[in-house]
């Protein structure tokens, strides 16, 4: 499942969630481990957009 077939208010809540736990890691407010789950989070949300996913799939072509 990508964050395409998400509702928009899922992805927009889970981005906003984790912002505020980037915040918060910042200040000292929550655990590395919440750190570590964001970056996490941002990471699947980069490798679903079209354009990685666009150069994802011209290195294949190029590979076969």
């Known amino acids: ?23 918060g890691a ?6 590395s481990l919440a750190t570590v789950l964001t ?4 990471a699947i949300r980069i490798w679903e957009t079209r354009t990685v996913q666009g150069i994802i799939a011209r290195l294949r072509r190029r590979m076969k």
């Open 39 to 42: 970056v996490v989070w941002m």
């Open 26 to 31: 910042l200040v000292d407010f929550l655990p």
């Open 1 to 23: 499942m990508s964050f395409d077939q998400l509702d928009p208010a899922v992805v927009r809540a889970g981005d906003i969630f984790f912002i505020a736990v980037v915040l």
